[in-house]
Structure formats: C-alpha cells, structure tokens
C-alpha cells in the first residue's frame, strides 16, 4: 500500500456472504482453458548481494477471456536451490499493490534457515504493470511532487485543490492506459501466478506474501486451490474489507501506532528533550504540522510531506529513532534541515514510487465498488478524523482518484476456502497497515489454517525480521508442513521484537539509511 509495506487491511468485519463467489471469467482459468506458456529462459543477473540471482519473462495475456489476443510480459526471478532434494517454486510476492518483487528472491533466500533455503527454487516477479514488467505503468509522475495542498481539508479552497488533484491522476490513467486498465486488477494478477506456475513447469507451487501479497495469494488459492502446495500469509488483508472499508480502519490503526512512536520519544527524554509527556509531545508534532503548513521547511516539507515523511513509522519502529532525531533538530534548534533530510529519504517518491502508484490505484479502484459521490468520502473521513487525525485524509486523498476511476470495478471474490492444503499465517497484534482483524477473519475464512501471532508486535512484515520464534514456525512449516495447533484464536504466540534504542546524538540526524525495509511499499 504506499511505498510498499503495504496493503490495507480493516478492523471492521464484514460478513463473507457480502462477497461475490468466483467471478464468471475465472471458470475458464480453472479449467485450463487457454493458450500454452512457454517455458522461462533464465539467465544470469548477479548483484554482489544476490550473486546467484537468474532473470527471465513470462508472456501472459493481456485478457484471459482471449488467451490467443495481446500479450504482455511478466519479469521473474530465481534463485535456485542447492540441495539435494526440491521442494518446487516458492513465489513471493512483497506486497503493494504495486511492489515489485524481483529482488525478493534474493533476500528471501538468503534470510531463510539454510536447510530451508537449499530445498527451495525462489521466485520473485514483478506483478503486471510493474516495474520491469511491460508495459510499466506511469500515469502522472509529478502526482507527489511538493509542496502538494494540505491534507486536512479545512476550507473549501484547499478540498477543491486536493479534489482536483485526485481527478486530474484518474483522467491522466484513462487517457494514457485506457486499454491496459481494465485488466489490471488482482484477479488477472492471480491468473498470472498461474501463466507462471505454468511456465515453471510444474503442477503446484508454494506461496509466501506480505501485505497485499496476502490477498493476491487468497484469491489465487481460490481460484486454482488445486495448484497450492504450501501457502505463508505475513501480515493479513482482512478480504471482507476491500478496498474502502479496510482503508478507512486502517486510519484508527495508525493513530495507534503514532500514539506508540510519542510514547518512546516520552520514554527517551534523556536524548530528544521533548518532555515526559506523550500526550504534550504528540501536541508539538501537531504544533509543527500547523507550522508547515503556513511555511514549508527547505521549500519542500509542508503539511502534507510531515505526514509523509513520518507515515513509515507507522510501518516499521526501525524508523523511530531517524524520525525522533530530525523532529527533534526541529523542534528544540529549529533546524529544519534534519527534516527535509527525513523527508528525502522516507517521504519523498521517484519514478518507481510513480509506478507503484499507478498500479496500485488501477488494482484498488478496480477490484470493488468505491463511493462515486464526494459527499459520502467527505462525511466519513471527517468521522474518522475527530478519531484518527494523524492519517485519515492524508489516506483519504491517496486513494481519492478511485471515486473518479476511468473502468468499471468488480465485486470482491469470497476468498472462503475449505479446499487447501494446511496453510500458515502470520500476524501482529499492533500492525496498522493491515491491522490484527485482517489475520483473525483469514483464519476464519481458510479452513486448515494455523495463526502465528505476535503479541504486542506492531511492524508490518513480521517473518525474517529478526523474531527468532517466528522464523522457528516459519522453517517448521517450509520444511516438512508441519504447523502448530492451538485452542484459542491463535494456534501460537510470540512476544514481539524488542523497540529500537536511540541512535546516540542528534546532531546524527542527517543520517542516511538505506535499507531499513526492502519493501516498503506502504499502503499495502
């Protein structure tokens, strides 16, 4: 969901008789019907970090109702696995929409056990639309470019901005991919899992997803429940909310997880000077945010970029101590130039971000019914934020181009499966991009599915993050099937992670980090 982490997820649970059964166009997937996929040729393309890394492409269909019509082209990756024994593919897919995936491969791989990671082909790829696949979608490039109207809309002049930047994007989509939109959705994207799985030449696959990954791997175990061998779900969509409703609970999740990240500033005092108080904290965030507004730091961090710029905390608590630092620069010296910095390396969007926006509006605005009246946005996203203010109508205004989307949009598939093999979830209790619901409703709706919580744990992407006690499940399941059973909710738990610690003085504020998450594709 933004710049990958992520996809949504709600706390609200609608009923699964809300959804629609498989639609009428999958029949034909399931059958088999169809062109045939050619094989992948794969060659080598090493990184120093992946140096074992191979590249191909998959010829797909732009239509699945003409298999024999235009094609487009999926990039893939592997590395292949080393032991004697195989396990088959496993394909990964980090989240979004709109993430791409090649890189996955190679630090999946390489973050697995060993004894794990040898019995495995990993597969990445970039979903259609994406990055290296073609064609990539690029609607507006300068959609995020500062300083953009605030978010919160307070006057009717800064709404009608706002509006008409949301318009502008759904109208610049239609006119520049009019006949590509239609097909991108996360159906089509399932069906290419299985043009893949075809292409790799095998009879099933395994499958491991984050975020939005979890939802794509949801609806393809539907759609083709006898081509799953193994199925991971890390950090879970809750598939009765899409797109609107889980977007709106995301908002109350975040404002949670803010609420987190001014309780440790408050808990480090002795390093940001920012006082004992979360609650007198969180009002000089505000007081900051309102003085943005008026004044953009360096030119670029209004209102509107703040929100940006802090919104990663929100998915990962590695962010903490980066983010603590430039807001304290600001606050206690009034250098804005930690924060501009802040900004540039977690708020601001370049061509891929571009991309990954494009696709994952056309994926959201397409694959359910979104409110085409302003009015019914308007009331319940000032609802929310008397509530939720941190994230509401910055989150609002992010998916505000799906009530002006140029193609008609589906019904939501009823991802209840009591077909699958025994499958294993993963879930936070604390996540706010999908929050703790999402884990729960998929564990209803997959039957022969063991939950794995982490208690207490906010992170969004939880598995081969450190938590030795998940990553135990996780080798345990990948290895032989093997899964816990439990009585209650959860058929496991883990206690979360600890926080992060202050990084020291901070005058290290303009500290670059590169690789705090490898798919922070927020939002989903």
Not at 39 to 66: F, I, N, Q
Not at 151 to 176: M, W
Not at 435 to 455: D, W
Request: with cysteine; glycine share 8%.
């Amino acid at each position: 969901m933004r710049r990958s982490a992520a996809v949504l997820c709600g706390a609200t649970v609608v009923l699964a008789g809300s959804l629609t059964a498989v639609p009428a166009e999958a029949t034909a997937a399931q059958s088999g019907a169809g062109a045939q996929t050619a094989k992948v040729t794969w060659t080598k393309c090493a990184t120093d970090d992946y140096p074992t890394l191979e590249c191909g492409s998959v010829k797909v269909p732009l239509d699945y109702a003409k298999p024999q019509g235009r094609k487009i082209t999926l990039a893939v990756s592997r590395v292949r696995h080393t032991g004697t024994k195989s396990q088959g593919p496993l394909l990964l897919n980090p989240g979004g929409p709109g993430g791409s995936g090649l890189d996955m491969a190679g630090w999946v791989s390489a973050a697995m056990p060993k004894e794990v990671a040898a019995q495995y082909d990993f597969i990445g790829f970039d979903p259609r639309g994406v990055g290296k696949s073609q064609p990539a979608l690029n609607c507006e490039p300068n959609q995020f470019k500062p300083v953009r109207p605030d978010s919160v809309p307070s006057t009717a002049a800064i709404e009608k901005a706002n509006l008409a930047r949301a318009k502008s994007f759904a109208d610049a989509c239609g006119k520049k991919y009019g006949d590509v939109l239609p097909y991108i959705n996360t159906i089509n994207a399932a069906k290419d899992l299985d043009s893949i799985r075809k292409a790799l030449g095998v009879q099933k696959i395994n499958y491991f997803g984050y975020s939005y990954g979890t939802y794509l791997g949801s609806v393809y175990a539907k759609l083709f429940p006898q081509r799953v061998r193994r199925l991971v779900l890390d950090s879970i969509v809750d598939p009765t909310g899409v797109w609107y409703e889980d977007n709106l609970a995301q908002d109350y999740a975040f404002e949670k997880r803010h609420k987190a990240f001014m309780a440790w500033l408050a808990k480090y005092d002795s390093t940001y000077k920012l006082g004992t108080d979360p609650a007198k904290i969180e009002a000089k965030w505000y007081a900051v945010r309102a003085e943005l507004a008026k004044k953009p730091a360096g030119g670029k961090v209004g209102a509107s970029e703040f929100e940006d710029t802090f919104l990663p905390g929100g998915y990962n608590n590695a962010y903490w101590p980066h983010l603590a630092q430039a807001f304290a620069s600001y606050v206690n010296d009034k250098d804005s130039a930690p924060l501009v910095k802040a900004y540039e390396n977690y708020g601001s969007s370049d061509a891929k971000d571009a991309n990954g926006y494009s696709i994952y509006t056309a994926v959201q605005c397409s694959d359910a019914s979104w409110p085409r009246d302003w009015k019914q946005w308007r009331k319940d996203n000032w609802a929310v934020h008397e509530k939720a203010p941190f994230f509401a109508w910055n989150n609002a205004w992010y998916n505000a181009p799906c009530a002006f989307w140029p193609t008609k949009s589906h019904k939501p598939v009823n991802v209840a499966n009591s077909k699958l093999p025994p499958t294993l979830l993963f879930q936070a209790t604390d996540d706010a991009a999908t929050p703790y619901q999402g884990g729960v409703t998929a564990h209803r709706l997959l039957k022969r599915s063991s939950l794995v919580v982490e208690q207490g744990g906010g992170n969004h992407g939880i598995t081969l993050s450190g938590n030795a006690c998940l990553d135990k499940y996780l080798a345990a399941y990948l290895l032989d099937g093997t899964l816990p059973h439990g009585t209650g909710v959860a058929d496991a738990t883990c206690q979360k992670s600890p926080d992060p610690k202050p990084l020291g003085p901070v005058s290290s504020a303009t500290t670059t980090v590169t690789t705090l998450l490898g798919d922070l594709g927020l939002r989903g």
